[in-house]
């Protein structure tokens, strides 16, 4: 593959894209429980802001990039400073473009649009800028379902993967130099396993997909806190890669619980995830 396609693709953290896809889908269906046309736009429209949204993180940071974490794109010459600002432009237009062609919420896409841009000029001078990571996630939720349609339990979920986000901001955080997150952003990325628990006992209901996909995180988040704790080198940064693929966990708890037993299907996601991250770095 051409050496400057595959830079586009680290520069847009590409690797991470289906859980992008799997957000948007629980989103639309916890909402409105079947497909239509309407959710090709949002998931292509969203695609095109995640991806300007990383270009854009390299095209900020590029100073940082430079002493820090050489081997991303611009950082390496691999692609031009000015070819990276033009990208983040470019998807982030028209990715807006598309969003609201599909007829999403204005202000959620406007709100995507703005903390896209927020987090990517203050995550290096705030802790507090993980939140608006998160918020990121969040509005994927509400975009995909809440301004399509209305369920009560989206806005939770949506909270939750925000929150869990945050989380994994915060164990990102100490990639560069090994160091282990604090009990706090582990609490927050364990939260999701909480809410499901928290249904299950409102509801006095429990049905087989949900104690299966309930699992299948609860053990995927044991196995990230298990790297987080090991001696190998590069842990953080693997823990990061493996807690963003459990996004799709996530997304299939909730569904499970709003519709049943398709949920489950988002778990085919994760393998995907974890496959493009072994192509191309996801952090």
């Known amino acids: 593959m051409n050496r400057k396609i595959i830079a586009i693709l680290e520069l847009c953290r590409i690797s991470n894209l289906p859980t992008v896809i799997s957000n948007c889908v629980a989103g639309y269906l916890i909402s409105k429980d079947s497909l239509s046309w309407e959710l090709a736009l949002i998931v292509i429209g969203a695609s095109l802001l995640y991806s300007g949204g990383m270009a854009m993180n390299d095209v900020i940071d590029l100073r940082y990039d430079k002493k820090h974490k050489t081997d991303r794109p ?17 998807f982030l237009f028209v990715g807006t473009l598309i969003l609201l062609f599909s007829g999403s919420s204005l202000p959620f896409v406007g709100a995507l649009l703005l903390s896209i841009t927020i987090y990517n000029f203050i995550h290096k001078k705030t802790s507090s800028a993980i939140f608006i990571m998160g918020l990121c996630r969040s509005l994927l939720y509400l975009i995909a379902g809440y301004s399509l349609g209305y369920n009560n339990s989206l806005i939770p979920w949506a909270i ?6 945050a989380g994994i901001t915060l164990v990102a955080r100490g990639e560069d130099s090994e ?17 499901s628990l928290y249904f299950i006992i409102v ?11 309930s699992l299948l995180f609860l053990f995927w988040i044991a196995y990230c806190f298990r790297v987080i704790k090991s001696e190998v080198k590069g842990k953080i940064g693997k823990s990061v ?6 996004m799709c966990l996530i997304d299939s708890m909730a569904v499970c619980h709003a519709i049943g037993f398709h949920g489950l299907y988002f778990v085919i996601f994760l393998p995907f995830v974890v496959l493009f991250q072994r192509k191309i770095s996801g952090t």
Request: include cysteine; charged fraction near 5%.
């Open 74 to 90: 611009i950082a390496r010459a691999a692609i031009s400073h000015r070819f990276g600002l033009i990208l983040t432009l470019v």
């Open 160 to 165: 939750v993967l925000g929150l869990y986000t």
């Open 179 to 195: 160091n282990e997150s604090g009990l706090y952003g582990l609490i927050l990325i364990s939260l999701p396993c909480f809410l």
């Open 203 to 213: 509801k006095s209901y429990i049905s087989i997909p949900i104690a299966i996909s």
């Open 241 to 246: 890669s493996l807690m963003i693929a459990g």
